[in-house]
């Protein structure tokens, strides 16, 4: 069975059922081995807020160094972002395992009264894999209610009820006091439940259990918000009967602030944490799509607020920012209450009213009678991102946009931030690509000269779209759904400059929110980078100058202050674009050291050869540590953890730095963790969300290099895939950087590291032959000799192809 075989039968499973109970699920993980036996399980139910609280809690254990699987749902736009291991998707191999396994027994062994749902099936298969991977703690988000629900098949250690509103009330009770006991059912034995819950919801779940609260006042736990930081971050208290944390959060809110705290206390149930761990670990918290911040100017806001009480909370957010005038984007299914979710709002200038592509969506003509009244302008619109970009078009630069209503809607409407286009080639090893790539390679000659070739992903009007409008120009697009997430279309389009650029001109008017991707289109057909921060037009060199006790390579040989300068004269005499400094090894088993001594290290050589004429950079991944080295000279902070310190994105923002931004699961490097998907795809996406994030503090993307991380998280294999595929990397607007020089990854070639470097050296060929802007290079001297080599043979074939050329005419 392939992976597309697999969650296409995922994608066929129904919504719902009329048989409630955890029967059905159990006997699954029955057939499966019981996995849950083997984990601590948390289960947090409630009506708003279980998903960022299940977020929260799981940053904190990881920030304990706990293995943790965190299940939510739903998905923005893959069933594979519900079910995480240490904040990694799980592998298509593994879907494709469990539905082998798990198939046959729900054809064969159940009933069709008994046949499972698709959250059902996916709660089964979160608690495979987790049973697979071996991790501590599993949190799991309840669907719906609590007694019934299908992670109510485990027997929790700690649980808890966020908060509680009239929802599902055909199903869980017709009065809040019922909806709460019903939810109030996912209390642990062994341990009071944690609850942000007030009033009668309160005092029904009382008389279920004992019960530890958490809120802003006469609580067990008290969670302040305690104002805004910055324009994407709050203050938080929170105080426990004997630990007290401040920290800041960038979900806001006093509710978010509560669910902090709820997050807190379930972390001091399952394993021993201490506050500054717990600080730290709310504080490197995100969750996509809620309160998400994607401009300030104008200020736009991506938002789910699914009911009235979570609309509710938004209004209370959007009081605390100035703007002229209001855009709201919304959609909402049709089972809501539209009429609440909406008077929650303050007035409104402008609503788009919409739908996202389910059948559930209400029609946005009925939306629009609800803003009668209430908006002063009303556009009823089809498309979820044509809605968007009309509304960010139409606002001025001291407006607010949001899109909201539906968690569905603001999946969509997140395309216009996130999604990639990428140049590509018959080497691509997506299963999705490479199928429609085999396709349009069949209809043309794709080795013509003067054609490109890139893929993507498109909502399905946007696909049709985009297929007829370029065939009907003469270019070649083929669209197919194998292998894509559910709601979205992998597209492949071919064709000449003149055709693709006739084809953007096209699309930006075909109302379906295509413009973002005209623009995309046009700028990867320019070819147009940001500038890079050294003065080449080739491929640049930085030297490594590592002065730490147990570098790999040369550790201790520049550990003293005068040898440390000796060496990066030396590098810049040798050729070296830029000289890269570090104080903290990040190979397998290095022990890591304080702020202070890493500062001690680095400070005194940067100050030192900041003279030199080539940028300097500080090799950190340590805010304070980059702030210290950025006062003292550097011009560039290389973050191989991918700004995993969550200030550091701050720091980089203030001295508007140059930033290398990595891909990495680790640092030090863990080499029990490996990226097992196709490599070229994950790292895409993580940076791209990485980037996203920069963004929004006001990292501009010309500030941002990217670097694929070779060797960090990756085998051999998937580390030369990313040299190899490295104008992929292209589509992320940055320039590229490759630091492979002497990894691990050239053990099959060299198991000495004294041996290594003339695999370097070969993996530098192919950098350079493949665009790098920049590689990372202990021997300076012989990889600039490699990359002038590479320059001088393009520039004669270049040359030759040119005079060939002119002697045709």
């Known amino acids: 069975m392939e992976y597309h075989d697999s969650a296409d039968y995922l994608h066929s499973l129904h919504q719902r059922r009329p048989k409630l109970g955890t029967e059905t699920t159990a006997r699954m993980l029955s057939f499966l081995g019981d996995p849950q036996d083997d984990i601590d399980c948390v289960q947090i139910a409630g009506s708003n807020g279980k998903g960022s609280t299940a977020r929260l809690l799981d940053s904190v254990l990881r920030t304990e160094g706990l293995n ?84 109510s098949a485990v027997d929790p250690v700690a649980s808890a009820v966020t908060s509680v509103s009239l929802e599902h009330t055909e199903l869980l009770g017709e009065t809040i006091e019922e909806i709460a006991r019903d939810k109030a059912q996912v209390a642990p034995t062994d341990a009071p439940l944690v609850t942000g819950t007030t009033g009668a919801a309160l005092d029904a779940i009382r008389t279920e259990t004992d019960v530890i609260t958490v809120g802003p006042a006469d609580s067990d736990i008290t969670a302040v918000e305690n104002g805004m930081h910055s324009a994407v971050e709050n203050t938080v208290s929170i105080t426990g009967a004997e630990w007290a944390i401040e920290t800041n959060l960038s979900l806001l809110g006093q509710h978010q602030a509560t669910n902090a705290g709820i997050a807190a206390t379930l972390a001091t149930q399952v394993a021993t944490v201490d506050s500054r761990t717990i600080a730290d670990g709310l504080r490197a918290a995100s969750w996509p799509g809620r309160f998400e911040i994607r401009s300030t100017e104008p200020m736009i806001v991506l938002d789910g607020s699914h009911n009235p009480g ?200 075909d109302g379906l929110g295509l413009a973002p991707f005209a623009r995309q289109l046009r700028t990867r057909l320019d070819g147009s980078l940001p500038a890079e921060p050294f003065d080449t037009d080739s491929t640049a060199v930085m030297g490594i100058l590592n002065v730490t006790p147990d570098s790999f390579y040369d550790g201790g040989e520049y550990a003293r202050l005068d040898a440390a300068v000796d060496r990066a004269e030396q ?117 791209n969300e990485r980037l996203l994030r920069a963004e929004q503090v006001g990292i501009d993307r010309q500030q941002v290099i990217v670097d694929p991380g070779c060797g960090f998280g990756k085998d051999a294999s998937a580390s030369f895939a990313l040299v190899d595929r490295l104008a992929e990397l292209r589509a992320l607007g940055c320039p590229v950087m490759v630091g492979h020089s002497r990894k691990s990854m050239f053990e099959a070639v060299s198991h000495q590291d004294s041996d290594r470097l003339l695999p370097t050296l070969a993996v530098t060929v192919m950098a350079a032959e493949r665009g790098a802007d920049l590689v990372r290079v202990h021997d300076v001297a012989e990889n600039v000799a490699v990359v002038r080599t590479v320059e001088a043979a393009n520039d004669a074939v270049a040359a030759a192809d040119v005079a060939s050329l002119l002697d045709a005419d």
């Open 571 to 687: 590098m810049v005499a040798a050729g070296a674009d830029v000289i890269d400094v570090g104080g903290e090894s990040t190979r397998p088993g290095a022990d890591p050291i304080s702020v202070d001594a890493e500062i001690d290290r680095v400070v005194p050589v940067i100050e030192s050869i900041a003279s030199l004429p080539v940028p300097i950079s500080v090799d950190t991944r340590k805010a304070a540590v980059a702030d210290a080295a950025l006062a003292a000279g550097a011009d560039i902070v290389n973050d191989v953890s991918g700004l995993s310190d969550p200030e550091m994105r701050f720091v980089i923002a203030d001295h508007d730095a140059t930033v290398i931004l990595m891909h990495s699961l680790s640092a030090p490097v863990d080499p029990e963790q490996t990226v097992s998907d196709d490599s070229v795809e994950t790292v895409l996406r993580d940076l």
């Open 310 to 509: 979570a609309m509710t909370a938004l209004a209370d957010l959007l009081d605390r920012y100035a703007y002229e005038e209001l855009h709201v984007v919304f959609a909402a299914m049709s089972d809501k209450d539209h009429e609440r979710m909406v008077r929650a709002l303050p007035p409104v200038d402008t609503a788009y009213t919409t739908r996202p592509v389910t059948d559930r969506a209400a029609e946005p003509s009925v939306l629009a009678d609800v803003f009668d009244g209430h908006a002063d302008e009303i556009h009823r619109i089809e498309s979820v991102l044509e809605a968007t970009e009309r509304a960010v078009d139409a606002a001025g630069e001291d407006d607010f946009v949001l899109v909201t209503g539906s968690l569905y809607a603001v999946a969509e409407a997140r395309d216009r931030w996130t999604r990639l286009l990428v140049p590509t080639d018959s080497r691509c090893q997506s299963p999705a690509i490479t199928a429609t790539e085999d396709a349009v390679a069949s209809e043309t000659d794709v080795d013509a000269v003067g054609h490109r070739r890139f893929s993507t992903t498109l909502r399905p009007e946007q696909a049709t779209c985009v297929e007829e409008r370029l065939e009907s120009i003469g270019g070649d697009c083929v669209t197919s759904d194998v292998g894509a997430p559910k709601k979205l279309v992998s597209t492949v389009l071919q064709g000449t400059d003149a055709q693709l650029h006739a084809l953007a001109d096209a699309i930006e008017r």
């Open 68 to 151: 943790v699987g965190l299940f939510t749902s739903p998905a923005l736009d893959t069933f594979r972002e519900q079910v995480l291991v240490n904040d990694r998707r799980i592998p298509k191999a593994r879907v494709t395992e469990f539905v082998e396994r798990i198939k046959p027994f729900i054809e064969q062994e159940l009933s069709p009264d008994d046949r499972p749902t698709q959250f059902e099936v996916l709660t089964a298969l979160a608690l495979f894999h987790f049973g697979a991977e071996d991790v501590d703690v599993a949190i799991l988000e309840v669907g719906i209610g609590g007694r019934y629900d299908a992670t």
